[in-house]
C-alpha cells in the first residue's frame, strides 16, 4: 500500500507538471506585455526599425567571424515539406531550395542579384536575335564523377520543353518547338522561333533550367533523385521527413562547399520550429512566424536577417465573371483597400504596401501609384458600374500560406466599409489549386515568389491565354509591350516598354497588389556565411559552422 | 443536448416494460450525484452562452479594431484581445454556439444512424448483422482525425461539413452499442410476448428494443459530446472546420498557440472553455451512468 | 476458443481490411483536388496536367486504378508516390515501427499512470485522494492534444532545456537519443490516454470491490494488498482489457496529431500528408497498414479474454 502510494504521489506530481503550462504562469504573461510593446513600436515604423540592425549585424559579423573552416553539419529545418525533387515537374519553393545547392545552371544571380557566367562561361546572341550559342566551362564533374558537357545541356532543355513532361516552368527555356544543338562537347546552340533576348537571364531564375545528368532518369522515365553538378549531393531521402545532402567531392569551385553534410527536416508549426531553433535543435529555420520576428531578435541564441522579398502579394480577381468583368468594380477594390492595414495584419508589418509587382528594391520599380484608399470613390466607381449598394463576393485565400488568411480578414472589413460584403473560404492548397486553375472563384488571395527580371512580373501572368493567366484577363496592347519586353536585351529600352505595360495593368487591375514582404531567415550565432536573398534561395555552399 | 436526450427519453415514458418510476428515479439519482449535478451547471452554463451569447457579447467577435492588438485583459477587454484587436470574450460566447451546434449535431448524426444501423443489426441478425457490422469494422479502422479530415476534404470547408465528418467517425460507437443491448434484450420474455400479440418487426424494434437500449446510447451520447468538442479543436489545429473570421474554441486555441509566449491570453481562455465544457459532459455522463444503471460502470 | 474461430476471425478481418482499402480509394477520389496539380502547384494549368495525369496514370477509369493497386499490393508491390515518385513500401516499413514505438511508450506511460491512480482512488471512493484523482484525470481528458504537446515542449525544450523539442533517432542508432527525443511525445500522448484509463480502471475497481467474494476474502482476514491483487484486480481485468485495447486503438488515431507536433517519422503523418497532397498510393499504404494494426489489435484483446476468462464461449 505505502509503495503504491509513493508511486501516486510522484505520478501526481509528473501530471501536475506537466499540466500547469496550461495554467497562466507568471513569466510568459510579463515578458508577453514588454514584448507587445515593443512590437507595437515595430509596428510604427518596420523599415526603420529593422534595417539598420540588420545591417548592423551584417557589419558586425566579419570581425567576429574570422576564417571559414571545411567540416561539420548544418541541421536545417524547412516549414513545408518537399514536393517531389524532379526539377522539371516540381515548383513548390521547399522543392527548389533543396535544389538550389545541388543543380547549376549555365547561368547564375549572385547574391546581389547580378548575373554571372556559371557553368557557361560565356554566351553570344546571333545576328537575327533568335540563336545563343553558349560556351561551357570545361571540367566540371557531376556528383558521380562523369564530366559535364553539352550534351548533357541538351538533355536537360529538351526534357524540359517536351510537353509530355507537363513541366511549368518549360518557357523558362522556350516554346517546344525551341532547337537544341550540339556543336561540340563545350559548345551547345540554343534557337527558338521568335528572338528570345532575355534567355541567359531566363534560364539563371530557378532550377527548372539547372544541368541533370541524364543517369539521373529512372526506367518509368521519371527523376526522383536528380543528379548535378552542385556543390552538394543528394544521398538520403527518407519520404518528405529528412533528406541529406552530402559535399560533392568533384566540385567545380575550389575549397567550396566548407560543410560535409546538410540535413533537412520539415517542422510545419512555426512554435516547434522556432523552440527547435533557441534549444538548439537545429542549427538554421527557413521561416519564422512574422509575429515572433522581436521575440527572436532579441534571443542572445539566436541571428535573425530579413532582405525585401522579389515578391507582391496581390487579389487575383475572375475578369471572366460578373461583376469583376467591370473594369470599375476591380478598379473600387484597388481603391477600398488599406494597404497599411493589411501589410500590418497580414504580416505584421514586415513588409511594404504595393500598388504595382514590383517592389522599391528592383531595378524594375515603377513609380505608377494611382490607388490611395478612398472610399468615396471607390463608392462612386461601384455605382457607376451598377452596384450602388455594392454586392456579395467570396475571397478565397488558402490555409498553406497563413497570411493570406489573414489579409483576407482585414479586406473583408475594408471591402464592407464600401458596400461589398465578402465571405471566405480558405481551402488547403490542393483544393485552393483546383479552384484557381479553373475560374472557380471571385478574388483569391496568393503571392508570387522569386521574381528578378521584369518578364517574370508581367508576361506570364497576364498575357492572353497564357499558362499563369489564371485570371483570364486579356488586351491587345499589353500583349504587344510585353513581347516585344522580351525579345530584346537592352535595359533602358525595356524599362520604357515595362513602364508603359505596368501602367495598363495597374489601371486595368486584374490583380490589386497588397504588400511586399520581407524574408526572413534564422540561424544560430555559430553559422557563418549565409546570405539572405531577396529571391528566396538557400545557397548554403558558403556557409561554415564554428566548431 | 439536452433536446436530445428528452426527446429520446418521450416513448419510454409511453412504455410500461420499466416500471414507472424509472425516469423519476434517475433524476432523484443524479440530483443526488455531485459531480453528475456539476456537469449538469457547466452544460447549462455552455447551453445558455450558446443560445444567448449573441446577445450577452459586449463586442461584435470580428470585429476588427487596430488599437486593441493583443490588448491584455483590462476593463475594457475582460479576456483580452487578438491579434485583430477582436475582443476574445464576445468570440468565445460566440463560439460556445458554435460548440453547441458541432456537439449537438455530431453527435446526433452519429447517435440516430449509429444506433439505428446497430438495432437493425442486432434484431434482423445473420447477413445483414455481417454486412452492417462489417461495414462499420471499416470505419472503425481508420485513424478518427484522418477519416474526418477526408471526408471534410470531400464535402468542402465548413462548420456544417465538419459536424457531418465528425459524426460519420463515431456512427460504428453507437452502432456497437446499441447491437449489443439489443442482443440482450431480444430473448426476454416480454419481446416475444410482444411477437405472440402479431406486432410487426418495426414496432417491436421501436416501441419495445428501443425504449430498453436507450441507458447506454444516453450515456454513450454526453461522452461522445465531450469528443466532439475536442475533435472540432484538432480539426481546426490542421485549418479545417471554422472559416474564418467566425470564431470556434478550437479555431482560437490553434490560432492562439503561436501567440502564447507573447499574448497568452489568446490561447489560455479558449483552451478553459474547451476544458470545461468537456469535463462538463464528461460529468454528466458520470452522473447519469451511475444514476441510469450502476451496472453500466466501466463498459467504456 | 479454436482454430475454426481464429481462422474466421482472420478471413473477417480481411474482408474489413479490404473494405477500408476500398472506401480510402472511394473517399480520395470524390475529393476535389488533384495530385498533379499538387507537383505542379501554382503553375498548373489544362495542358501541363492532363500531361502528368497521362504519366501518372491518373486519367483511368476509377476502377481500373483500384484494381491495379490491389494486384500490385497482392504481388507485393505497393506502387510509388505521386509526388516525390519514391517506393512506398520501404516508407512504411521505416514509418511503421516509429509508429509503433511513439504508441507503445504512450501505453505504457498511460499504464503507469492509470493503474495506480484509478487503483487508489477506487479503494477509498470520496476520499481527498479519490477527489483529487479525479479531478487530474478529468482535465487531462480534456485537453485537445496538439495543445498539451506544445505546452510540454515550451515547458521541456524552452525553459527548462531538458529534451530535444522535436525529432527522431532511430532506436537502432542510439538509445538514448531515442529516448530523449520520444520522451515528449510519448508523454503528451500518455497523460490523455492515463487519464481516460484512470476513470476507466477505478469504475471496474469499484464494482468488483462491492462484490460478495472480496467482501468474503476481506472477512477471511486476507492482507488488503492479496484482496486487492489476487481477486479484485483479477476480476477486474476483463474490462481493463477491453479498455487498453480500445486506448491501443485511439492512440494509433491520436498520434496523428503528435506526429505532426513533435515532427515524428510516424504512418499517422504519412496518412495525413498524403490525404493532403491526395497521393493515394502512399495513403492507401499507409491506412492499410493502420488498418491491419487495428484488427490484429483487436484479434488479440479476444485472445486475451479466452484467457482471462475461460468461461467465456464463441459461437
Known amino acids: ?547 | 443536448m439536452a433536446e436530445t436526450a428528452a426527446r429520446s427519453a418521450r416513448p419510454v415514458q409511453v412504455e410500461q416494460e420499466k416500471p414507472r418510476g424509472y425516469w423519476e428515479d434517475t433524476l432523484r439519482q443524479l440530483l443526488r450525484h455531485r459531480v453528475g449535478m456539476l456537469g449538469v451547471v457547466l452544460v447549462g452554463i455552455l447551453i445558455v452562452i450558446g443560445v444567448l451569447g449573441p446577445y450577452l457579447a459586449p463586442y461584435d467577435p470580428n470585429a476588427i479594431d487596430a488599437r486593441a492588438r493583443f490588448a491584455p485583459p483590462s476593463a475594457a477587454h475582460w479576456l483580452g484581445a487578438d491579434d485583430f484587436g477582436r475582443d476574445i470574450l464576445s468570440r468565445i460566447m460566440h463560439g460556445a454556439r458554435v460548440s453547441l451546434q458541432v456537439g449537438a449535431i455530431a453527435v446526433g448524426i452519429a447517435a440516430t444512424v449509429g444506433s439505428l444501423l446497430g438495432l437493425v443489426a442486432g434484431y434482423a441478425g445473420r447477413l445483414l448483422d455481417e454486412v452492417i457490422m462489417r461495414a462499420m469494422d471499416v470505419l472503425f479502422a481508420f485513424p478518427a482525425i484522418l477519416l474526418a479530415i477526408a471526408i471534410l476534404a470531400a464535402l468542402g470547408k465548413g462548420v456544417a461539413n465538419a459536424m457531418i465528418a465528425i459524426g460519420i467517425v463515431y456512427i460504428p460507437i453507437f452502432a456497437r452499442i446499441a447491437r449489443s443491448s439489443v442482443l440482450t434484450i431480444r430473448e426476454e420474455e416480454f419481446i416475444e410476448a410482444a411477437r405472440s400479440c402479431g406486432a410487426t418487426d418495426g414496432r417491436i424494434l421501436f416501441r419495445h428494443i428501443l425504449p430498453n437500449a436507450m441507458a447506454p446510447l444516453i450515456v454513450e451520447t454526453t461522452l461522445s459530446l465531450a469528443f466532439a468538442i475536442l475533435a472540432e479543436a484538432a480539426l481546426s489545429f490542421f485549418g479545417l472546420g471554422v472559416q474564418p473570421p467566425d470564431a470556434s474554441w478550437g479555431r482560437m486555441l490553434s490560432e492562439g498557440r503561436a501567440y502564447f509566449q507573447q499574448s497568452a491570453w489568446m490561447a489560455l481562455f479558449p483552451g478553459l472553455a474547451i476544458m470545461l465544457t468537456v469535463m462538463g459532459f464528461n460529468f454528466l455522463g458520470d452522473g447519469l451512468r451511475d444514476a441510469m444503471d450502476p451496472s453500466l460502470r466501466g463498459k467504456r | ?315
Open chain 3, 1 to 315: 476458443m479454436n482454430t475454426r474461430y481464429i481462422i474466421q476471425r482472420l478471413l473477417l478481418a480481411l474482408v474489413v481490411v479490404l473494405g477500408v482499402s476500398f472506401v480510402v480509394f472511394l473517399i480520395i477520389h470524390l475529393v476535389p483536388g488533384d495530385p498533379a496539380r499538387v507537383i505542379l502547384g501554382v503553375q498548373a494549368n489544362e495542358g501541363n496536367v492532363a500531361a502528368l495525369q497521362e504519366r501518372l496514370g491518373l486519367n483511368r477509369p476509377f476502377l481500373e486504378q483500384y484494381g491495379s493497386w490491389l494486384w500490385g499490393v497482392l504481388n507485393g508491390d505497393f506502387g510509388r508516390s505521386l509526388i516525390t515518385r519514391q517506393e512506398v513500401a520501404p516508407q512504411l516499413a521505416r514509418r511503421l515501427p516509429a509508429t509503433l514505438q511513439l504508441a507503445g511508450a504512450a501505453l505504457v506511460i498511460g499504464m503507469l499512470i492509470a493503474f495506480p491512480a484509478g487503483i487508489i482512488s477506487a479503494l477509498r471512493p470520496g476520499s481527498k485522494t479519490d477527489v483529487f484523482t479525479s479531478v487530474l484525470s478529468q482535465v487531462g481528458v480534456a485537453v485537445p492534444d496538439f495543445w498539451m504537446g506544445i505546452m510540454l515542449i515550451l515547458l521541456f525544450s524552452l525553459t527548462l532545456g531538458w529534451l530535444p523539442s522535436r525529432g527522431y533517432t532511430p532506436l537502432s542508432e542510439n538509445f538514448m537519443d531515442w529516448l530523449a527525443h520520444i520522451i515528449l511525445p510519448a508523454a503528451t500522448l500518455g497523460v490523455i490516454s492515463g487519464s481516460i484509463q484512470t476513470r476507466f480502471i477505478r469504475s471496474a475497481m469499484l464494482e468488483v470491490m462491492n462484490e460478495n467474494y472480496i467482501r468474503t476474502a476481506r472477512a477471511k482476514g486476507l492482507s488488503e494488498r492479496l484482496v486487492i491483487t489476487r481477486h479484485a484486480l483479477r476480476n477486474a481485468m476483463i474490462t481493463i482489457v477491453t479498455i487498453i485495447g480500445l486506448q491501443i486503438t485511439a492512440l494509433l488515431s491520436a498520434v496523428v496529431v503528435v506526429e505532426v507536433v513533435f515532427g515524428w517519422p510516424g504512418l499517422g503523418r504519412l496518412a495525413l500528408n498524403s490525404v493532403l497532397d491526395r497521393d493515394y498510393p502512399l495513403l492507401q499504404g499507409a491506412v492499410l497498414v493502420i488498418a491491419v494494426l487495428l484488427t490484429l489489435v483487436n484479434l488479440l484483446v479476444d485472445l486475451v479474454y479466452f484467457f482471462l476468462d475461460p468461461r467465456i464461449e464463441y459461437a
Open chain 1, 1 to 547: 500500500m505505502k509503495r503504491l502510494s509513493v508511486l501516486l504521489l510522484v505520478l501526481l506530481v509528473l501530471a501536475l507538471g506537466a499540466c500547469s503550462p496550461a495554467e497562466p504562469t507568471q513569466e510568459p504573461v510579463e515578458s508577453g506585455e514588454q514584448e507587445l510593446e515593443q512590437e507595437e513600436e515595430a509596428a510604427e515604423e518596420p523599415a526603420a526599425e529593422e534595417e539598420p540592425a540588420a545591417e548592423e549585424e551584417a557589419a558586425e559579423e566579419p570581425v567576429v567571424e574570422g576564417e571559414p573552416v571545411s567540416g561539420g553539419t548544418l541541421n536545417v529545418a524547412f516549414q513545408n515539406e518537399w514536393s517531389g525533387l524532379d526539377p522539371h515537374t516540381v515548383s513548390s519553393y521547399s522543392s527548389y531550395q533543396i535544389l538550389n545547392n545541388v543543380l547549376e545552371g549555365l547561368t547564375f544571380y549572385d547574391d546581389e542579384l547580378n548575373l554571372q557566367p556559371w557553368l557557361a562561361e560565356s554566351w553570344e546572341q546571333s545576328e537575327d536575335g533568335l540563336t545563343w550559342t553558349f560556351q561551357l566551362r570545361e571540367g566540371v564533374m557531376f556528383s558521380n564523377g562523369r564530366e559535364m558537357t553539352a550534351e548533357d545541356v541538351k538533355f536537360s532543355y529538351e526534357r524540359l520543353i517536351d510537353p509530355a513532361t507537363g513541366a511549368g516552368n518549360a518557357g523558362r527555356v522556350g516554346p517546344p518547338e525551341t532547337q537544341i544543338e550540339v556543336i561540340d562537347d563545350y559548345t551547345v546552340a540554343i534557337t527558338h522561333p521568335e528572338p528570345f533576348g532575355i534567355f541567359p537571364q531566363s534560364i539563371g531564375f530557378d532550377k527548372s533550367t539547372g544541368i541533370v545528368a541524364r543517369e539521373s532518369l529512372e526506367e518509368d522515365g521519371t527523376i526522383s533523385v536528380p543528379i548535378g553538378t552542385g556543390p552538394f549531393q543528394i544521398t538520403e531521402v527518407q519520404g518528405t521527413t529528412r533528406l541529406v545532402l552530402e559535399r560533392n567531392e568533384n566540385y567545380w569551385q575550389d575549397g567550396l562547399p566548407y560543410l560535409d553534410s546538410i540535413i533537412i527536416e520539415p517542422i510545419p508549426d512555426d512554435t516547434v520550429r522556432e523552440t527547435a531553433l533557441r534549444s538548439g535543435d537545429v542549427d538554421w529555420i527557413l521561416a519564422i512566424a512574422p509575429q515572433n520576428f522581436q521575440a527572436l531578435q532579441d534571443d542572445p541564441n539566436v541571428v535573425v536577417e530579413t532582405a525585401p522579398q522579389l515578391s507582391y502579394d496581390y487579389i487575383g480577381i475572375n475578369t471572366t465573371r460578373e461583376p469583376f468583368d467591370d473594369v470599375r468594380v476591380r478598379q473600387a477594390i484597388a481603391y477600398a483597400i488599406d494597404r497599411e492595414q493589411l501589410c500590418e495584419f497580414g504580416y505584421y508589418g514586415l513588409c511594404d504596401p504595393l500598388q504595382g509587382p514590383v517592389g522599391m528594391g528592383s531595378p524594375w520599380f515603377f513609380e505608377y501609384a494611382p490607388y490611395e484608399r478612398d472610399v468615396e470613390r471607390a463608392r462612386e466607381l461601384l455605382a457607376e458600374a451598377g452596384y450602388p449598394d455594392g454586392f456579395e463576393m467570396e475571397l478565397l485565400p488558402t490555409v498553406e500560406y497563413g497570411e493570406t488568411v489573414r489579409a483576407a480578414q482585414a479586406l473583408q472589413q475594408q471591402l464592407a466599409e464600401v458596400g461589398i460584403t465578402s465571405t471566405i473560404n480558405a481551402p488547403e492548397w490542393t483544393q485552393w489549386l483546383e479552384l484557381e486553375g479553373n475560374f472557380m472563384y471571385d478574388a483569391y488571395i496568393c503571392n508570387w515568389n522569386g521574381l528578378i527580371d521584369a518578364d517574370q512580373y508581367y508576361y506570364l501572368q497576364h498575357h492572353t491565354g497564357l499558362v499563369f493567366n489564371f485570371t483570364g484577363y486579356s488586351n491587345e496592347d499589353f500583349d504587344a509591350l510585353v513581347e516585344e519586353g522580351r525579345s530584346i536585351s537592352d535595359f533602358d529600352q525595356r524599362y520604357e516598354i515595362y513602364e508603359q505595360a505596368n501602367q495598363i495593368l495597374v489601371d486595368e487591375a486584374p490583380y490589386v497588389y497588397m504588400y511586399n514582404k520581407r524574408e526572413i531567415r534564422a540561424w544560430a550565432p555559430h553559422v557563418h556565411g549565409f546570405t539572405v536573398r531577396p529571391d528566396q534561395a538557400n545557397n548554403f555552399w558558403t556557409v561554415w559552422v564554428e566548431e
